[in-house]
């Protein structure tokens, strides 16, 4: 078992990575159905939360079905951090999360994300600010530090670790590798074979099979693995993995039928999150990668792209079961 605070995790977890633009609440359902054990919201600004802003408001949106939940805040200031430490904790999530990883210039130029892996003294007062400002258990998303030549995590593991966190998952690239080159698991195993480390530490980046995260197990003896991109379009890596490293098989990939099950099971609960217009529209990014290998697919795709009502879906799945049924996934 591995603890997070009063949060009991199974053991070796496995963790669903807060996404931007990705992992709202249909995304999440989707993948907590699959067997994700501990999942993240999107991150959020600490100065949208701070002003009201509708979208950074809305992704406080949390429902009892996703528990152990998370919500990710983000930003460089500490009384705005504390302040939406504060804020967070009227919506009751089971933990707070800061994002320090973020790559992206649009964060990195606030001085917020993986930014601020370039001033650990700011890290850990900002790091401190939402640890005081919450009875909640807070833990960090970072990178290796902001380039190859800056790697720093050692550092930032520990003095992270002494102002409260209780788990830190750490992102085996640096900022300047942005999703680039192959992560390196070997800065997380010495992290976790460092003596002085107490607290859990999760692995994430590149983990798009079972046979990695087998590996990633086995070789860097971190305490679970945080999977971000490898479950976009395929929430079912998360039992996946859990057989293989039960039974040492891999199940069978999932039909055709599978996929536009979770299709309409995610764009069903889309609509009902946003309304029906916006929540197909959201769905627009989601459709290559649920079919993703099948090449029959594109004759589809246009028409999918454009439907705007429920009904349209529903014939555009039937169709697409009728003509590819007897194509391979």
Known sequence: MVKIGNIELPEFPLLLAPMEDVSDPPFRKLCKMHGADL???????????????????????????????????????????????????TVQPDLVDINFGCPVKK??????????????????????????????????KTRLGWDTESI????????????????????????SQMYKGEADWQHISRIKNNPNIEIPIFGNGDVASVEKAWMYKQKYNCDGIMIGRGAIGYPWIFNEIKHFLK???????????????????????????????????????????????ISHFK???????????????????KEAKDQLTELEV
Not at 71 to 85: L, P, R, T, V, Y
Not at 253 to 268: F, G, K, M
Request: hydrophobic fraction near 40%; proline fraction near 2%.
């Open 152 to 175: 720093n995590i050692d550092e930032v593991a520990e003095r992270l670790q002494e102002t409260g966190i209780k788990a830190l998952t750490i992102h085996a690239r640096t900022r």
């Open 39 to 89: 999942m993240y919201s999107e991150f959020i600004s600490s100065e949208g939360l701070i002003r009201d802003a509708i979208k950074s408001r809305k992704k406080l949106d949390i429902f009892d079905y996703e528990r152990p939940i998370g919500i990710q805040i983000f930003g460089g200031d500490e009384e705005a951090m504390s302040m939406s430490a504060r804020i967070v904790e």
């Open 247 to 293: 039974t040492g098989e891999k199940l069978a990939q999932p039909s055709l039928e599978d996929r536009l099950l979770a299709v309409r099971q995610h764009a069903e609960w889309s609509v009902e999150w946003k309304g029906e217009r916006p929540g197909l529209v959201e769905m627009r990014q989601h459709y290559n990668n649920y079919f993703k290998g």
């Open 107 to 140: 964060v990195v130029c606030k001085g917020a994300g993986a930014g601020v892996l370039k001033d650990i003294d700011l890290m850990v007062r900002l790091t401190k600010a939402v640890v005081s400002s919450t009875h909640l258990p807070v833990t960090v």
């Open 299 to 317: 004759a589809l795709k246009s028409r999918f792209l454009q439907a705007l009502t429920l009904s349209e879906l529903y014939e555009l799945i």
